[in-house]
């Protein structure tokens, strides 16, 4: 069978083993699949994030496990010639938000969000690319080529409910919840440039890779992570294409949009394209620092998938979420001078792909810094929004199910003067709409307490 993603990681797994179930056809990712022990862990409640479709409907239909029955059927012909579009994976897959819970909590590690990709991979190449996942997957080519129009068509959309509703027949977007609007003012972060002043920092300098979310819809992300890098001592230079890039001036992207709706080779194009960026990094050995959970973590997993060559191990040496990168040089001497910040007990809540790498101890690490900091670290599943998920109207109901497990009940009971902390892009989108309180990355807020604002720099990306 063929496979659009390399599963040779998966190689030796089940060798002899009478009792690992892998299924007759799809070689290593059958492997892949055959990881899961049946063991229910994904069907329970409580601590962590997996399963968020079986917490909210209690169904076993709805769980890890269920999908992986689902999975080994396909596998073993028990759906038929064409077993990627049969109606019984479709169900097994509808609720699933690639959350990434199972690779971190599942005992066997199944990871069911790189399954997925596969799976729609291949329902994309029986069926075509739905026109939906098409406009969600290509989310970085549109952005690129027509942010004024399409911007204007979103402003205009969210003003407008009779066009809302006429989005939602035609397209299968959720009315109920406003699209994010795109910045209109180009982005101002520095670092075009290496020049000796790019090299002044005395701590060194960091490479930081602006994803597609924070360059076109959260550009004081970036301006406060630079603002707070430069105040720990470092220079940043911002991650561009490389001189023979095919459009040098488009902004590199992780393939995260892409990944999702399983246009596989769409995503290794991105991927090559921060590779060839990399390589001057890699051999400089320079930090690479991530803003967007889910864009910087591709680097560290997803990217081993794309056949992107052996370089991949050195990226995942060198890149870091923000957090993890500011904790690790706190071992080496970084101090920030920080202040207090007025307000109530603050409230923060981890993105799934955070929680998965276990990269919340440095959140809970780094707002430690802030002199008389209260915070608490919501025990929650998914947001629910997890990309378009929550855009998608047969999912927008699950979607906020998901939300009022824990997150959204607790930002509710915060003060009104309180900060609410959130990384993910996506899941700052499901605390506003779920709650009407605007969310922040820890950058900005680390940059309020160095009294900086939270990044109004006008320096461009």
């Given at each position: ?10 190689d030796?797994?089940?060798v002899?083993?009478a ?5 007759a056809t799809?070689?290593?990712y ?5 990881v ?8 329970r409640d ?9 917490r ?17 059927a396909?596998l ?6 064409q077993?990627f579009?049969?109606?019984d994976?479709a169900?097994?897959m509808d ?20 399954i ?5 991979a291949h329902?994309?190449?029986e069926l075509g690319?739905p026109?939906?996942a098409r406009?969600?997957?290509g ?7 027509y942010?004024?129009?399409l911007n ?6 969210n003003a407008?409910?009779w066009l809302a509703?006429l989005?939602e ?7 109920q919840r406003?699209?994010?609007e795109?910045?209109?003012r180009?982005s ?6 290496r ?12 490479i930081?890779f602006?994803?597609?979310?924070t ?9 406060a992570?630079?603002?707070v890098?430069t ?5 940043v ?13 488009r902004?590199l ?6 990944l999702?709706?399983?246009?596989v080779?769409a ?8 590779m060839a ?5 890699l ?10 959970p ?17 370089e ?5 040496k ?6 993890e990168?500011l ?7 970084l101090?920030?001078?920080l202040?207090?910040?007025p307000?109530g007990k603050?409230?923060v ?11 919340m ?8 810094w802030?002199p ?6 919501v ?11 929550g855009l ?12 009022e ?9 915060a003060?009104?003067d309180?900060?609410?902390v ?7 989108h ?16 680390l ?15």
């Amino acid at each position: 069978m063929k496979t659009y993603l390399d599963w040779s990681a998966y190689d030796t797994y089940g060798v002899g083993d009478a009792y690992a179930g892998i299924p007759a056809t799809g070689g290593n990712y059958a492997k892949a699949v055959a990881v899961c022990m049946n063991n229910h862990q994904c069907q329970r409640d409580g601590k962590g994030v997996m399963c968020p479709s079986y917490r909210i409907t209690h169904d076993p239909a709805h769980s890890t496990g269920a999908r992986v029955k689902a999975f080994k059927a396909a596998l073993n012909g028990e759906l038929g010639e064409q077993p990627f579009i049969h109606p019984d994976l479709a169900a097994a897959m509808d609720l699933c938000v690639s959350c990434k819970g199972c690779k971190k909590e599942c005992p066997s590690s199944v990871d069911m969000t790189l399954i997925k990709t596969e799976y729609l991979a291949h329902r994309n190449e029986e069926l075509g690319v739905p026109l939906r996942a098409r406009l969600f997957g290509g989310l970085p080519e549109w952005l690129n080529r027509y942010r004024g129009p399409l911007n204007g068509l979103i402003r205009l959309r969210n003003a407008v409910p009779w066009l809302a509703g006429l989005a939602e027949r035609r397209l299968g977007i959720s009315a109920q919840r406003p699209i994010p609007e795109i910045v209109g003012r180009a982005s101002q972060v520095p670092g075009a440039e290496r020049s000796s002043a790019v090299e002044a920092g005395q701590r060194g300098k960091v490479i930081l890779f602006v994803d597609t979310f924070t360059h076109y819809y959260t550009p004081e992300v970036a301006e406060a992570a630079i603002t707070v890098l430069t105040a720990g001592g470092y220079s940043v230079e911002v991650l561009r294409p490389s001189a023979d890039d095919a459009e040098p001036q488009r902004p590199l992207c992780c393939g995260r949009t892409y990944l999702s709706q399983g246009m596989v080779e769409a995503a290794k194009l991105e991927g090559k394209r921060v590779m060839a960026a990399l390589a001057p990094v890699l051999a400089e050995g320079t930090p690479i620092v991530g803003l967007e959970p889910s864009c910087l973590l591709a680097l560290r997993d997803e990217f081993y998938s794309l056949s992107l060559g052996p370089e991949v191990a050195q990226v995942g040496k060198q890149a870091f979420l923000f957090e993890e990168f500011l904790m690790r040089e706190a071992n080496k001497g970084l101090k920030l001078d920080l202040k207090p910040i007025p307000g109530g007990k603050a409230v923060v809540h981890g993105h799934c792909h955070q929680k998965a790498f276990g990269a919340m101890k440095s959140v809970r690490k780094v707002l430690g810094w802030i002199p008389e900091f209260e915070f608490d670290i919501v025990d929650a599943s998914c947001c629910g929004m997890s990309g378009s998920f929550g855009l998608e109207a047969e999912h927008y109901e699950a979607s906020m199910k998901m939300g009022e497990l824990a997150l959204l009940p607790a930002v509710r009971s915060a003060p009104d003067d309180a900060p609410i902390v959130a990384d993910g892009f996506s899941c700052r989108h499901q605390i506003k709409d779920g709650t009407g309180r605007d969310a922040v990355h820890v950058a900005v807020l680390l940059a309020r307490a160095l009294g900086e604002g939270g990044g109004d720099r006008g320096v461009k990306i």
